[in-house]
C-alpha cells in the first residue's frame, strides 16, 4: 500500500506540471550544449544530486535540511557564473518578439561598397570584421569604439582597415547606410565546439551574431580569405559572387531573423557543411 501511494499515477494537472518541468529542462541544457558552463552546470547537478541523495538515505535530516536551505543560495550563484550564457538566451529571446516587426529598409546599396572593400582587403591580406546591423540595436558595442557617422564607401572602410591606422585592430559597425563606429570591440564566441583554427577576429564575428542578428563580413589577415557569419554561423572561403548573392539576398529584403536563415538553409545556399564545424585541410586564420 506505501508502495503504490509512493508511485501513484498523477492526475491531469500532474501531468502538465511533468512536461514543463522536462521542456525547461530540455531547453536548459540545449542552450548550454556546446558551452563552457556546460560542464560547470554538469558537475554542479552531480555533486548536489549525490550529497542530496546521500544524505536522504542515510537520514541526515540536519544536513538534509542544509541543502534545501542552500538552494536559494544557489540560484543567485547559478545567475553569477552562467551569466554570458544567460544573457545569450534573453538575446535570443529578443529576436522573436511577440508582435511581428514592420521591419527595416532594404540595406541593398550597402552590397557594392562592402564587395569593393573585401576584394581590396582580401587582395592585399588586410585583416577587416565588418557588422551590418540589423533589427537589434548594436549600441553598447559601438560605445566600445569611435564614434564616424560616416557614408559607407569603400574608400572609407579599406583606410579605416589599413595597417597601422589607429582604428584598423578592432570591428567596424554599419548602422543603416552609415559607419557609425570603427574600433569596436566584439564579444568573442564561447562555443567548445568551434575549429581550433579559428583566430580572434572570426571567434569575435560569431560572438556578435550569438547575441545580435547583425551580418558580419570577415577578412583573414593571413589567408586573405573572405568568411561570412550570421546567427552563430560563420561560412568560410566565399567566392566573389557567392558573397555577392548571399548579401544581396540577406541585405535585400525587409524581414530578418532565423526562419529566413533556415529557408535558405533548405534551399541549399548556406549548408551546414560550410559552417565552423570544418574540414581538417582547411588552413589556420591569423587573429
Known sequence: MQLKELFSI??????IEIFVLAAMFYYVFRLFKGTRGAAVLTGMIIVYGAVYAITSLSHLDILNW???????????????????????????????????????????????????????????????????????????LQDTGTRIKGIVSSELLATIFFPHTPLHDGGVIISGNQICA??????????????????????????????????????????????????????RGLGEEHLRRVLSSMLGRERTGLPRFREKLKAGEAELSDTVLMSYGEGRDEE
Open 10 to 15: 498523477p492526475d491531469a494537472s500532474g501531468w
Open 66 to 140: 542544509l541543502l534545501s536551505r542552500l538552494m536559494i543560495y544557489l540560484s543567485l550563484a547559478f545567475v553569477v557564473i552562467f551569466q554570458p550564457e544567460i544573457r545569450r538566451v534573453l538575446a535570443k529571446l529578443g529576436r522573436q518578439p511577440l508582435w511581428k516587426s514592420k521591419g527595416i529598409a532594404s540595406q541593398k546599396n550597402l552590397v557594392e561598397p562592402i564587395m569593393q572593400t573585401a576584394q581590396i582587403l582580401s587582395s592585399r591580406k588586410i585583416g577587416a570584421l565588418i557588422a551590418i546591423e540589423r533589427d537589434i540595436g548594436t549600441r553598447a
Open 182 to 235: 570603427a574600433g569596436c570591440l566584439f564579444p568573442l564566441s564561447e562555443k567548445t565546439e568551434l575549429s581550433k583554427t579559428l583566430g580572434t577576429r572570426h571567434r569575435a564575428a560569431i560572438g556578435i551574431t550569438e547575441e545580435t542578428d547583425a551580418i558580419v563580413v570577415v577578412v583573414s589577415e593571413e589567408t586573405g580569405a573572405v568568411s561570412l557569419a550570421y546567427n552563430g554561423r560563420l561560412r
